[in-house]
């Protein structure tokens, strides 16, 4: 089992729609909780970082973290088509620096 | 806005062949890292390097894949000899030294294919 779970997608929903994107993950020492932007053919980019449990917003993008379910998620409101990308989640624990990514989730939105 | 800088973008290698890729990390930035994305999967770690040390290569296939930081700022990975189980993006990132409190930035990678 890997120590993080993401649902691949693809996932296709039509403009204006709130997109929700999850990822599991079995190790509890994670502390740190980041969601990465892949456009096709380029490298992640750094969209939104959260630590221990809670929410963060950032504009249209609200990340939230549920340390006790061990489950983590993104979500994006009134979805553009430049949103169309495929959505990374990454963790790592306290005093490290390797990040341990989820497989991604391939987001389509449809104009 | 600084970037990481990554040659080439794209590489076509038969197999059994040598290939490297270049990484120039942002200025000032001592971590560098290479990682390798196989299509439809996450990045996963194969090196980390602190200056020109190597701080974790745990997940490098030592027997075909070679690193190096000479001068602590730019560095090469090698793979020889390819093989096709080997295609995939290979991605490289740097940070600050110190601890990381949010993710790293990364390059826009090379695509490697091999034939």
């Given at each position: 089992q890997k120590e993080v779970e993401q649902d691949p997608g693809p996932l296709s929903v039509p403009e204006g729609a709130i997109v929700s994107l999850n990822c599991t993950y079995s190790n509890s020492a994670f502390q740190y909780f980041m969601w990465y932007r892949q456009y096709s053919r380029k490298g992640p980019e750094l969209l939104m970082y959260t630590y221990s449990s809670g929410n963060k917003e950032d504009g249209r993008f609200t990340a939230q973290v549920d340390k006790s379910s061990k489950y983590i998620s993104l979500f994006i409101r009134d979805?553009?088509?430049?949103?169309s990308a495929t959505y990374l989640c990454a963790m790592k624990i306290q005093g490290a620096q390797k990040l341990v990514f989820g497989q991604g989730t391939r987001l389509t939105i449809n104009p | 806005e600084a970037e990481v800088a990554q040659s080439p973008r794209y590489k076509i290698t038969e197999k059994s062949q040598a290939v490297a890729f270049w990484c120039d990390p942002i200025s000032g930035h001592a971590t560098l890292y290479w990682y390798r994305q196989i299509l439809g999967q996450g990045p996963e770690l194969l090196v980390q390097f602190q200056d020109e040390s190597v701080v974790d290569d745990s997940q490098l296939p030592k027997d075909r894949f070679s690193a190096e930081r000479l001068k602590g700022v730019d560095s090469t990975l090698k793979i020889q000899p390819a093989e096709l189980g080997d295609s995939a993006m290979y991605l490289c990132a740097s940070s600050l030294d110190g601890p990381l409190v949010y993710g790293y930035t990364f390059g826009s990678g090379t695509r490697l294919t091999v034939v």
């Open positions: 979805s553009q088509p430049s949103d | -």
